[in-house]
C-alpha cells in the first residue's frame, strides 16, 4: 500500500546545506517492522544508505570521544571486560529511566547526526541517499529529508519477527511502546510501506515508491 501526502524540500540534519541534486529519503520504522529489509531494496537499486544504528555503534567505539562521555556519565560499569561498550548493562541503565535516556541520547545523537552529514556530503551528484534513521519522528527530523518514507507492520508481525530474534514478547511490546505510535510516524511519511505480509509483496512496493517518486525527482 502506498499513501502519503508532500513535505517541503529542506536542508539536511543540524541545518547542513547539501547539493540540491542530491536526491534525500528519511526512512524510518518501528522495531520488527522491516526498516531493514526496506533499506537494502533500496540499496539494490542504487541508493546511498546512511545508516544511522551502524553510526551509533561507530561512535561510540574504544577511544572515541563519544564512549568517553557514556563512560563519564554512567561509570565504569557500561564497559565490557575489553574496554568495549556493554550494550547490554546500558540499555538495562537508561531503558526504564526517561533522564537517564535524555542524557544518552544528548550524548549519541549530535555525534550520529555530524558523522551522517560527512557521508550525505560524500555522496556523488544525481544521487539517491536515504537516511535510515530508526528515531526520525522522535527527534524531530522529518523536515530534514526531501521524501519521508515509513515502513509499518501490524503489532502482531512485529512481536513475532521480534521473538524469533530472542526477545520475549513482554519486552518485545515494551520496546515498541517506548517509541513513535504508527499515527505519529504516518503524519509525518511522505509514503507508507506495509509489510504485513511477504517478503515479495514488500518488494512490490518498494518498486513502486521508486517508480513513482524517486524515478520523477531525479529525472
Not at 151 to 163: I, K, Q, W
Request: proline share 5%.
Amino acid at each position: 500500500m502506498l499513501s502519503g501526502r508532500d513535505l517541503d524540500p529542506a536542508g539536511g540534519p543540524d541545518g547542513a546545506h547539501y547539493c540540491p541534486d542530491v536526491l534525500r529519503i528519511g526512512l524510518t520504522g518501528g522495531i520488527g517492522s522491516g526498516k531493514s529489509t526496506v533499506s537494502a531494496l533500496l540499496a539494490a537499486r542504487g541508493a546511498v544508505i546512511v545508516d544511522a544504528d551502524r553510526i551509533a555503534r561507530e561512535v561510540l567505539q574504544p577511544g572515541t570521544p563519544g564512549l568517553v562521555a557514556v563512560v563519564d556519565a554512567f561509570g565504569a560499569g557500561v564497559l565490557a571486560a575489553d574496554g568495549s561498550l556493554d550494550r547490554a548493562a546500558l540499555a538495562a541503565l537508561v531503558f526504564a529511566d526517561p533522564d537517564a535516556r535524555r542524557q544518552l541520547d544528548g550524548i549519541v545523537h549530535p555525534l550520529v547526526r555530524a558523522r551522517a552529514s560527512e557521508l550525505d556530503g560524500a555522496a556523488p551528484p544525481d544521487a539517491v541517499v536515504v537516511h535510515d534513521v530508526p528515531l526520525l519522528v522522535e527527534t524531530g527530523q522529518a523536515s530534514s529529508y526531501d521524501l519521508v518514507l515509513v515502513v509499518r507492520a501490524d503489532e502482531s508481525t512485529r512481536v513475532a519477527r521480534l521473538v524469533q530474534r530472542g526477545l520475549i514478547a513482554e519486552d518485545a511490546r515494551a520496546r515498541m511502546a517506548a517509541q513513535a505510535t504508527d499515527e505519529q510516524r504516518r503524519a509525518v511519511a511522505d509514503v507508507v510501506l506495509d509489510n504485513s505480509g511477504t517478503q515479495e509483496r514488500l518488494a512490490e512496493q518498494v518498486d513502486r515508491f521508486w517508480l513513482e517518486r524517486v524515478a520523477p525527482a531525479t529525472g
